[in-house]
């Protein structure tokens, strides 16, 4: 009679190229709108550009057929698509400060050599990383680099204070936020870390008005973190870097554990650094007067660290309104620092209320997907590393811009993908590089048995348990057939 | 993992509805609020940032328009003539206080006005930058430079209006300013430009035809005092008036005498057509008591005074006082005591009485057009009032053309041209020389113009000026330029 043949797995290649292209269009129809009202004429270099753009994103797509056939067919449109609106944004940007303030003249020039630099990175990624697992073996290896990176801002004539923060490192001519690519190197540490290590953090420990507890040597790794951030905080002024780190390691110890007390822990413990800091930098007070009280005379007139910024953010937003002004139309230009911090307020301003949801939906997806490839990947390490660095772009994108927008007390961030900064862009492409990587695991159809590799995995303790979870329930299964 | 990979998938998702409702609350609930803000800059440069339409006078000559520019502002004003025209224009500036057409015609200008709604829509289908519509005005540049060049270095005001549609050829005010010092875009420059002005003793910034301080009328209120007379059905031209060589006032030790002290007649009566031609203060003085002073009024707010008046631009209305003596009866009844008119009032008068007792109103804007200049709106003629009869009309139209051949205007006629005026010398007080008048009409080629000229303070001539003497030049100037065109 009829046989059942396994249905071939869905690669979504095609998707992605079909999405792919509907993104680049958005793209250029945003680089070219930008040109007509500011000049009537289209740029100059459009067809390059697009000719360029296209290039680059198919080769990134190619590569992807070649080497990560099952990987998840969103991820790379949806960044492709930010980092083209980022673009026309700051092309946008470029143009008005050509007049009113030339040093800032060539933001255009250098972001797009850096969304070059940073596809070509994500490239090199997923050819270099055939298996993330292998990245486990790198697990203290990223610990050191991570922890330098966040650390040689601090050391004198390298790193160098911009806009209030030491978080910038001079070599030459390049400039680099080191902190950006430690988050990627301490991800892929907490996450090497924490598999080998959940058993016993999850397990041992008294128990206290019912919260498990852990042991107290267990506590090192998050009073690691609870120090670095803090130490961030304190003697780099970085506030945005601080709350990033320590949500990412708390929500990491937290879904590799399953004990909420992590999180109550760790709350209360940056809570108490932050009051701590509160009660004794100036500049937090600042932020938090900025955040309650913007349109404040006296806040809004101080200088420096006044609410100016921020108010000019939301003028910006207001002027936006449902619709925005449209491209090159409203003057996103009055916000200081509005091709980097501000960039979202620049967009709300321009696309409007419509174009600013479409645009928080597109990084609401780009998490999912990551979330969705933690789920769907086998491995405790991958689970963690595609759940740790979704989250990061999550909460990255939620503390900037909750900043903008009053939820939280302004801090500063860049907005993954549309910021200006090339750090910022190259390591977010690595980000998403790493998502395809494990993606394509997750997503990969489970070798047939002959293929299976026999050879004993050092697994864990809550890996076997899941195993066996596993196979319960497929027996389960077979029980409940009629 | 998965469970607690779900709930933190769920918390993401908390925080960007959080996200949402916050931007959602920023650009929708409070969008109105935050554009309102006074300190709010983006909301300023905006009014500025477009491309703002043209003003044209008759004929098509721009005197204002927008020029693009690169700075915050976008575009900047330029002023054509600026001096010449700013008692028009007005001027628009980056502090909150545009004056003139640019203030009152602001949503045509700007692209806003509900008459501009067609040509907004297509500007939003097709995603043209809305752009600005135009305003032309019904001032012809022949009449305005005329006046502006025959008033000189003087201090006055001149208003020329067509008679029988109400459009204002002419609204001219001196000393005047220029508008594009105002429409600077350095605060500084234009807080020091403003201040100099509203110091200046001149008093440049003041649009004297129509607001201003106001002037008495002095001898041309003499036209209202008869149209009073002959309205009430008691006086014709041919009425014999008391007029004595001075005039006891009832109740008061004041004497009412002519123009340098002179008799108006050896009889001590006269016709009220033979007082009007050598403008006889005594008989006017003693007609205005026989009339009572509410007659006067009556007359004079049929003519305009005491109403709200926008040509667009508001017009300080002018007044003829209430609850007088006798004594000051007599005194208003010859345009003194506290007689006060704008130069447009007295222009109102002589249209009326030009135009068969019709009073058309007065009008400055032409078309308004959008950014293609297609015509969005047209002011029609309109019929303000009818002040005086039409027979009482044609009674004060032969006076005054007796004024000009063979009493004080003479120097207001012009050849091949109708001209009708009334002469007035308006006493101040001890330290100022008297402003002086002409206020009539002037009919040629089937168009009738009513004219209003005032000079302050004699003009050149000083205390030995008169309206005979420092008005009626003028106003025969303006009169041969729009006829000789």
Known sequence: ?482 | MNAQIRRMTALVTVMFLALLGSITWIQYAKAADLRARPDNTRSYYQSFDRDRGPIVVAGGQVIANSKPVDDDYGYQRIYADGPLYAPVTGFFTILPSSTGIERAENQVLEGTADSLFLSRLQDLVTGKEPLGGAVELTIDPVAQQAAWDAIGDQRGAAVVLDAKTGEILALVSKPSYDPNLLAAHNRDDVLAAYDAWEQDPDNPLYNRAIAGNLYFPGSTFKLITAAAALESGDYQADSELEAPQALDLPNSDHQITNYADSSCSSSGTMTMAAALTISCNTAFASLGMALGQDAIAAQAEKFGFGQDLEIPLTVTPSQFPKGMSIANTAMAAIGQYEDKVTPLQMAMVAAAIANDGRLMEPHLIRTERDADLTVMATTAAKELSRPISASTATTLRDMMLDVVTDGTATRAAVDGVTVGAKTGTAQKDADHAPDVWTVGFAEADGRTLAIAVVVEDGGAMGNGGSGGAVAAPIFAAIVEAVFGE
């Open chain 1, 1 to 482: 009679m009829a046989t059942v043949l396994p249905a071939a797995p869905r690669r979504g290649r095609w998707a992605e190229l079909f999405l792919l292209l509907i993104a680049l269009l958005l793209a250029f129809m945003a680089y070219a709108q930008v040109a007509l009202a500011l000049t009537d004429k289209l740029p100059a270099d459009m067809t390059i550009y697009c000719a360029g753009f296209t290039a680059l994103a198919l080769a990134a797509h190619f590569v992807l057929r070649w080497r990560a056939p099952y990987a998840d067919p969103v991820i790379l449109p949806t960044a492709v698509l930010l980092n083209g609106i980022g673009l026309a944004m700051i092309y946008r940007l470029a143009a008005r400060y050509e007049i009113t303030n030339p040093s800032f003249a060539n933001i255009a020039t250098k972001q797009l050599i850096w969304t070059i630099v940073g596809v070509v990175a994500a490239v090199a990624t997923v050819l270099a990383v055939r298996d993330h697992r292998t990245l486990r073996r790198y697990t203290y290896t990223c610990m050191v680099l991570g922890l330098v990176g966040l650390v040689i801002p601090l050391v004198p004539g390298i790193g160098t204070e911009a806009y209030g923060a030491q978080i910038w490192i001079h070599i030459g001519p390049l400039s680099f936020q080191p902190a950006e690519l430690s988050k990627i190197l301490l991800t892929i540490f907490f996450a090497g870390y924490l598999v080998a290590n959940r058993d016993a953090m999850a397990l041992a420990g008294p128990r206290v008005l019912g919260l498990q507890l852990p042991r107290f040597r267990d506590l090192g790794p998050i009073a690691l973190a609870w120090v670095v951030s803090l130490g961030v905080l304190v003697f780099e002024r970085d506030l945005g870097t601080s709350l990033l780190f320590f949500g990412l390691f708390v929500v990491m110890l937290y879904v590799a554990t399953d004990r909420p007390s992590w999180i109550v822990i760790g709350l209360l413990a940056f809570a108490g650094g932050v009051a701590a800091a509160y009660r004794l930098f100036g500049h937090i007070q600042a932020r938090f007067q900025i955040w309650l009280d913007p349109f404040n005379t006296e806040v809004l007139n101080r200088n420096p660290g006044g609410s100016g910024q921020l108010v000019q953010g939301l003028y910006g937003l207001g002027n936006g309104g449902l619709f925005g002004t449209g491209w090159g139309r409203g003057r996103p230009d009055l916000t200081p620092l509005a091709f980097s911090d501000f960039i979202i307020t620049s967009l709300g301003e321009e696309l409007g209320l419509t174009g600013l949801v479409a645009i928080l939906l597109c990084y609401l997806l780009l998490a999912q997907r990551g979330f969705r490839t933690a789920i769907g990947i086998r491995d405790g390490f991958g689970k963690l590393l595609a759940t740790g660095l979704a989250f990061a772009l999550a909460f990255q994108v939620f503390v900037v811009v909750g900043g903008v927008t009053r939820v939280i007390p302004l801090t500063g961030l860049t907005t993954p993908f549309l910021a200006y900064g090339g750090s910022s862009l190259v390591s977010n492409w690595i980000i998403v590089a790493l998502l395809l990587r494990v993606s394509d695991g997750a997503r990969r159809p489970p070798p047939t048995t002959s293929e299976i590799d026999l050879t004993p995995v050092i697994a864990s303790e809550a890996e076997r348990r899941e195993a066996a979870q596993a196979a319960d329930q497929k027996a389960t299964q077979v029980v409940v057939r009629p």
